[in-house]
T-cell receptor
């Protein structure tokens, strides 16, 4: 079972470059999420999508855009990367509902020089 | 708004010691509660959950009881192993927040042989 697949696993960018992080899930989940994880700060929600065709801002959306391409795929784009966006990015998905856990990908480790 | 507070880490224990990681929450409604674990270099995975008061979630020797009267969901294990070394996250979700997970900051656990 693939679950949630993120690509790439690692990436190094220069300041000002753009990049799209890809996420796909094969569990027929409605909701998908993008988080960033920084040392000592836990997980912070960037954007989420409650269903195909909808996206909403989370806690830290500035500098990012997202696309819910279809039910399976949810991409995160950095239009002009900044060193402050150096982080580990996680995609997650779930069925909508209060007792439904989120399933996570293995993360993308992004460094911006 | 809703929030989750975890004890700060790192928590360092010897193998076979008893573990408690404290978690308390603030919620406007009646949340579901979760513990997630993140092993080094990996994404988060659900460890256990509880959806109503007095429920006990358990998995891999870990337990946590949903205590509505004290708004707590403390994680416990009777005898830890080196392989339990990881970061542990407490989280909640409820209808009032569109079932988004509200995360604690995470507690790093280090088990020494």
């Amino acid at each position: 079972n693939a679950g949630v697949t993120q690509t790439p696993k690692f990436q190094v960018l220069k300041t000002g470059q753009s990049m799209t992080l890809q996420c796909a899930q094969d569990m027929n989940h409605n909701s998908m999420y993008w988080y960033r994880q920084d040392p000592g700060m836990g997980l912070r929600l960037i954007y989420y999508s409650a269903s195909e065709g909808t996206t909403d801002k989370g806690e830290v959306p500035n500098g990012y855009n997202v696309s819910r391409l279809n039910k399976r795929e949810f991409s995160l784009r950095l239009e002009s990367a900044a060193p402050s966006q150096t982080s580990v990015y996680f995609c997650a998905s779930t069925l909508t509902g209060s007792n439904q856990p989120q399933h996570f990908g293995d993360g993308t480790r992004l460094s911006i020089l | 708004g809703d929030s989750v507070t975890q004890m700060e880490g790192p928590v360092t224990l010897s193998e076979e010691a008893f573990l408690t990681i404290n978690c308390t929450y603030t919620a406007t409604g009646y949340p579901s509660l979760f513990w997630y674990v993140q092993y080094p270099g990996e994404g988060l995975q659900l460890l256990l959950k509880a959806t109503k008061a007095d429920d006990k979630g358990s998995n891999k020797g870990f337990e946590a009881t949903y205590r509505k009267e004290t708004t707590s969901f403390h994680l416990e294990k009777g005898s830890v192993q080196v392989s339990d070394s990881a970061v542990y996250f407490c989280a909640l979700s409820e209808a009032g927040s569109n079932y988004q997970l509200i995360w604690g900051a995470g507690t790093k656990l280090i088990i020494k042989p």
